[in-house]
Structure formats: C-alpha cells, structure tokens
C-alpha cells in the first residue's frame, strides 16, 4: 500500500492524475493513460510508422517522424505537401504525414478505449483511431498480425473512428474479419456527431466477449453483436491521418500545411469479483500509469519510470 501512495502522490503533484470517468457501470483500472507530457513522444509506448513497409488503399503520404510533435500537452500530426522517400528509395511520396501505434509496446483484449481528438479541415484528408491484432512476439509476422487469425485467436480490425475532412457532422466505424471477398466487414456511416469539426471530441469503443459499443463524447451511437465476429486476440492501439486514398476527394493543396490533434489516449480494463470492487478501494485506478509487459514495469506519460514492487506487505 505504500507504494500505491507513493506512486498516486506523484502523479497528483505532477498534475497528471485520473479518476474514473468512462461512460460505462462497474469497476474499472486505466490501464493506459497517454496524456502527451513534456516535448517529446514516449518511445516507450508509440512508434512512428507500421510495422510492414507499403502503401496501402492507395494513399498518397508517407509517415515519418519528424511529422510527429508533442507539445503543450497535445500530440500533432503535421500534414503537407512534400516529398519523401518512404521506406524504400523507389517509393517517392507526395505528401508527409504522422502516424501513432503501440505495436510491440501495449496491447489489450477487451476493455474501453478512447482518445479525444481534434481534426483538421483539409478535404481529402482521411483520420483513423483503430486497433489491431497482436498476438506475441514469438510468432512469425502473418501468425501475429493476420486477419482473421485462427480458430483459437481469431482478431480484427475494430476502426473506432473513421472521418473524411469533407464530411459535416458526421463519422464512420467498421470491423473488418477478411479483405478483398464479398463479406469482409461490417461499417456504419453518418454516425451524427454535432460539431465535430470544432474543438476536441472523444471516441470510443467498449469491446467485450459479446460485442463493441462505441462511443461520441461520451454517448452510446451504435453497437455490433455478431458474436462470431468478436475479437479474442490482444490488440494494439493506431492513430493516424492519411492523405488521400481511395476513400477520400481529391486533396486540396492550397489548403495545406494542416495539423490532426491527440489530446489523450487511454484504455480501461474491468474489474471483476475482485476484492477491490466490492470494498471500493481502487486508490490503484487513480495513477496515471500504462502498463507494458503485463504489469513488469509502471510508466506515467512524463516519462518517469519506476519499477513495479510487489504490494503484499
């Protein structure tokens, strides 16, 4: 227990401490709490690009780091009009862009995931707040990160939020369990999202056994429940502004350079029949930690780093 207060008094004098605010009933710990302190990306949590190297849907930036700024507590993604020679000196690109993933770093099965988010107005820009499979490094690379998976893992593409800068007021969300056949996914646009172009707006999903919920600031939109087409497998955290594709309009380049902003992003896991839910002890939910390796190691999001104590005494 001392170090549970030890650990709740920093994050309080550090100003970075949460309570439970998810729209959801029960009890529940953050397990993840990115809220983009100091100057610089933690490394410990996020990567800049994807795994793989290769254009995909036919968009038009590369991702590079150098697009990737945190500052006043806020993570940006810069998009502009520039060449780049992304991963390979043949792949000559239009336009630079940003991109977050937690792959490798920090991965979940079911829980509440959210991010607040501001867009930008360019058309033919295209953000996502996604997340995908990740079953353990000691597999080969397809095993890991496929879609579908196998019978014993199956996992999916679960897109939170999808938004093209030229819609009004509204968003998209999708699973996707195959790709290029008849059947592949399930998606819902024109999800109403009042103001959406203005300001920080939060996006989530609450992904369970039997089904996804998501969420717009705060509120319940839609919910899938096929339950066939439920993930098992742990999976991590993506999110990224493309530019151009083919989804979006033509990209307006007079409107340019343009910027994406994270605010915060955090994942909450339940607690269930546990001690701590029926006494209502959860000081342990108020730090502002993010777990990696199951728990090894506690991180806060200015970059401190202490190791986790066993807490039996």
Same mark, same amino acid.
């Given at each position: 227990?001392?170090?549970?207060?030890?650990?709740?008094? !920093?994050?309080?004098? %550090?100003?970075?401490? /949460?309570?439970? *605010?998810?729209?959801? =009933? &029960?009890?529940?710990?953050?397990?993840?709490?990115?809220?983009?302190?100091?100057?610089?990306?933690?490394?410990?949590?996020?990567?800049?690009?994807?795994?793989?190297?290769?254009?995909?849907?036919?968009?038009?930036?590369?991702?590079?780091?150098?697009?990737?700024?945190?500052?006043?507590?806020?993570?940006?993604?810069?998009?502009?009009?520039?060449?780049?020679?992304?991963?390979?000196?043949?792949?000559?690109?239009?336009?630079?862009?940003?991109?977050?993933?937690?792959?490798?770093?920090?991965?979940?099965?079911?829980?509440?995931?959210?991010?607040?988010?501001?867009?930008?107005?360019?058309?033919?820009?295209?953000?996502?707040?996604?997340?995908?499979?990740?079953?353990?490094?000691? !597999?080969?690379?397809? %095993?890991?990160?496929? /879609?579908?998976? *196998?019978?014993?893992? =199956? &996992?999916?593409?679960?897109?939170?939020?999808?938004?093209?800068?030229?819609?009004?007021?509204?968003?998209?969300?999708?699973?996707?369990?195959?790709?290029?056949?008849?059947?592949?996914?399930?998606?819902?646009?024109?999800?109403?999202?009042?103001?959406?172009?203005?300001?920080?707006?939060?996006?989530?999903?609450?992904?369970?056994?039997?089904?996804?919920?998501?969420?717009?600031?705060?509120?319940?939109?839609?919910?899938?429940?096929?339950?066939?087409?439920?993930?098992?497998?742990?999976?991590?955290?993506?999110?990224?502004?493309?530019?151009?594709?083919?989804?979006?309009?033509?990209?307006?380049?007079?409107?340019?350079?343009?910027?994406?902003?994270?605010?915060?992003?955090?994942?909450?896991?339940?607690?269930?029949?546990?001690?701590?839910?029926? *006494?209502?002890?959860?000081?342990?939910?108020?730090?502002?930690?993010?777990?990696?390796?199951?728990?090894?190691?506690?991180?806060?999001?200015?970059?401190?780093?202490?190791?986790?104590?066993?807490?039996?005494?």
């Amino acid at each position: 227990m001392q170090t549970i207060l030890f650990l709740m008094l !920093l994050a309080i004098m %550090s100003g970075t401490a /949460v309570s439970q *605010t998810i729209p959801l =009933p &029960g009890n529940w710990e953050c397990t993840l709490n990115e809220g983009f302190k100091g100057t610089q990306l933690n490394t410990n949590l996020w990567n800049t690009r994807y795994w793989f190297c290769d254009v995909i849907n036919n968009e038009e930036q590369a991702y590079v780091p150098e697009n990737v700024i945190v500052e006043n507590d806020v993570c940006k993604f810069i998009i502009e009009k520039r060449n780049v020679n992304y991963c390979r000196t043949n792949m000559n690109m239009n336009y630079a862009s940003g991109i977050i993933t937690s792959f490798g770093k920090f991965t979940q099965t079911y829980g509440y995931f959210e991010a607040s988010i501001k867009m930008p107005t360019t058309p033919g820009l295209w953000l996502a707040f996604w997340l995908w499979p990740d079953r353990g490094v000691e !597999l080969d690379e397809n %095993s890991r990160f496929s /879609v579908p998976g *196998t019978a014993d893992s =199956p &996992g999916f593409e679960i897109d939170i939020m999808e938004y093209l800068c030229e819609w009004t007021n509204v968003y998209h969300v999708a699973i996707h369990w195959c790709y290029g056949e008849p059947n592949c996914g399930w998606g819902q646009g024109n999800i109403p999202a009042p103001a959406i172009e203005d300001g920080f707006h939060t996006f989530g999903v609450h992904w369970d056994k039997d089904k996804y919920d998501f969420y717009y600031d705060g509120i319940k939109t839609i919910s899938f429940t096929i339950k066939s087409k439920i993930s098992e497998a742990p999976q991590f955290i993506m999110l990224n502004c493309a530019a151009g594709g083919d989804w979006p309009s033509p990209i307006n380049d007079s409107a340019l350079p343009d910027v994406m902003e994270i605010d915060w992003v955090r994942a909450w896991r339940e607690i269930k029949n546990t001690a701590a839910s029926n *006494t209502g002890d959860r000081e342990e939910e108020n730090l502002n930690i993010f777990w990696e390796n199951k728990a090894e190691k506690l991180y806060d999001n200015s970059g401190m780093k202490e190791e986790a104590e066993n807490d039996n005494e």
